[in-house]
C-alpha cells in the first residue's frame, strides 16, 4: 500500500473528513472507535442528519441538499496530510491533489498513481448507463471489505502516530 510519505509532515494534526451521505454503518463504527482511541478529530459530513456518539473528537457538519454539496465542502476545508473517507472517485481525485490521503469504505486507498484510471473506469461506466446498459452497483459490503478497510485505516494512523 502506497502511503504518503509523512516525514515532511509539518507538525498540523491530521484531520479525519467522512464523505458520510453513503458511507456504511458499519465503517463509521470502526472509524468512531479509531478516532476516539487516537483521538484524532473525525467530521462526518452529510446532507441529512447523522447519529454520532457523544465525543470531544467525532462532529457532525450538515450541508444543504444538492448534488455534491457535501463533497464541495470537505474538498473547501481539506488540509494535507487529511484523511478523508469516501467512495466517491472525483472526490478522492480533489482531496488527493490537495495532498490528502483518500481511502474508500471497502479499504482501496486512492493514490496519485491510480486516481487518473479509477476516473477512466468511471467516467467509461457512467456513459454505459447513460446509453441504456444496465451495469449493476457494487455488491454489498463484506466482512473482508470491513477488515482491509479497519486494516488499511490502523495502517495509517499508526504511521502519522509515528510522526508525531
Not at 124 to 129: A, E, G, V
Not at 140 to 160: E, G, K, M, V, W
Request: one cysteine or more.
Amino acid at each position: 500500500m502506497a502511503l504518503p510519505n509523512f516525514t515532511t509532515f509539518t507538525g498540523k494534526y491530521m484531520n479525519i473528513w467522512v464523505d458520510a451521505d453513503a458511507c456504511p454503518v458499519v465503517i463509521k463504527e470502526i472509524l468512531f472507535k479509531a478516532a476516539e482511541r487516537t483521538k484524532i478529530k473525525t467530521t462526518l459530513v452529510a446532507n441529512h442528519p447523522i447519529r454520532i456518539p457523544p465525543s470531544r473528537v467525532i462532529h457532525f457538519m450538515q450541508v444543504s441538499s444538492g448534488f455534491d454539496i457535501a463533497d464541495d465542502e470537505i474538498v473547501k476545508r481539506v488540509q494535507a496530510n487529511d484523511l478523508v473517507i469516501t467512495a466517491d472517485i472525483p472526490l478522492a481525485d480533489e482531496v488527493i491533489t490537495k495532498s490528502a490521503i483518500a481511502l474508500s469504505p471497502r479499504g482501496e486507498l486512492f493514490t496519485k498513481e491510480n486516481i487518473k484510471s479509477r476516473l477512466n473506469v468511471r467516467d467509461f461506466m457512467d456513459t454505459m448507463r447513460a446509453s441504456g446498459v444496465q451495469t449493476g452497483g457494487p455488491p454489498p459490503l463484506n466482512q473482508n471489505d470491513r477488515q482491509t478497510f479497519a486494516n488499511h485505516l490502523d495502517t495509517i494512523l499508526t504511521r502519522y502516530n509515528q510522526r508525531q
